[in-house]
């Protein structure tokens, strides 16, 4: 439905989603402790609970979970078997082809997927402003990130990275409006956490959970909170409000959360290029971002919608 979209609700639309972001690439550090744990058991435990923690907070939230049917389990299983099961999956196999920055580039393509076909799945066109600022993001998260050596199979992994990474969101458009960021986000990682446990106790075995340290239970729990449990909340909240296309874009703003943590933690501060990266991030995001005039009718990608011809009941 459109609906007026003054300036002043644009940010508080896209706020869930920049926070969700920041918190995912403030998590680069903490998933290091990970490296050496047992991969589908270690996810299992964060996924369930997470799962866990998010009914808790949906019921205190007063959020209403419903049982999906029909089509919306395929929507969502998909997105769990690949957002969250074969993402993993992908980024551990594919570093052991490739140098991490390379598998973080293709990642950084996510914006201009979103941009081109997270409208199409909304029912519009995709939205120029919105075509015009991802290859700018994309540029600047490449700068951030950097490049690396590869093999052919490196560049297949990363292929696949980034296909599980634009699923995670594309998938969860059909099912939003019924079950909305909390429902999504619930079933999405119960049912991911549940199939990482059937491949934890078959490729692991049952008692891999004892290999896990204190330090990576500790790196898990963070992991499960703020970026299962909250992230997804919050980035699911702004694909709502303003769309797959537009929300895309906010996937920029990882790479910087992650050389801020970075340099906090000790690595050093970030070189000329990434400075220059971090630049042409922001401004891809003013450009694709910046709020339309007040009273302007929008579409939740941002384009400028037609207005109704009447006011009538459906």
Same mark, same amino acid.
């Given at each position: 439905m459109d609906t007026p979209s003054p300036p002043s609700a644009s940010l508080r639309? *896209? *706020?869930?989603g920049m926070v969700g972001m920041v918190l995912v690439g403030s998590s680069v550090t903490v998933?290091?402790? @990970? =490296?050496?744990a047992p991969l589908f058991t270690s996810q299992a435990v964060r996924y369930l609970f997470a799962t866990a923690l998010l009914v808790v907070m949906a019921r205190l939230a007063g959020a209403r979970l419903v049982w999906p049917r029909g089509r919306e389990w395929l929507w969502l299983t998909g997105l769990a078997v690949s957002g969250l099961v074969v993402f993993n999956v992908a980024v551990v196999r594919g570093v052991a082809h490739a140098e991490?920055?390379?598998?973080?580039v293709a990642v950084a393509c996510v914006p201009l997927v979103l %941009? =081109? @076909? %997270?409208p199409l799945l909304e029912g519009r066109g995709p939205s120029r402003q919105v075509l015009l600022a991802a290859p700018v993001v994309m540029a600047g998260a490449v700068l951030v990130e950097g490049t690396g050596r590869t093999d052919a199979v490196g560049v297949a992994w990363a292929a696949l990275a980034l296909a599980c990474e634009a699923a995670f969101t594309l998938l969860a458009v059909p099912v939003l409006r019924r079950h909305g960021p909390w429902g999504v986000s619930v079933h999405a990682i119960w049912l991911g956490g549940a199939l990482l446990c059937v491949l934890g106790v078959t490729v692991e075995g049952p008692s891999a959970v004892r290999e896990v340290t204190g330090t990576q239970w500790a790196a898990a729990g963070y992991l499960a909170v703020m970026v299962t449990a909250v992230a997804f909340v919050l980035w699911y909240s702004t694909v709502r409000s303003v769309g797959a296309g537009r929300a895309g874009l906010l996937t920029g703003i990882a790479p910087l959360a992650a050389a801020a943590v970075g340099a906090v933690s000790g690595t050093g501060m970030p070189g000329p290029y990434v400075w220059l990266g971090i630049a042409v991030v922001i401004a891809g995001l003013v450009v694709g971002l910046r709020p339309r005039e007040a009273g302007a009718v929008t579409a939740p990608d941002g384009r400028p919608a037609r207005p109704a011809p009447s006011l009538r009941a459906e």
């Open positions: 639309q *896209l *706020l869930p998933s290091h402790a @990970l =490296v050496d991490p920055a390379v598998i973080a %941009g =081109v @076909l %997270g």
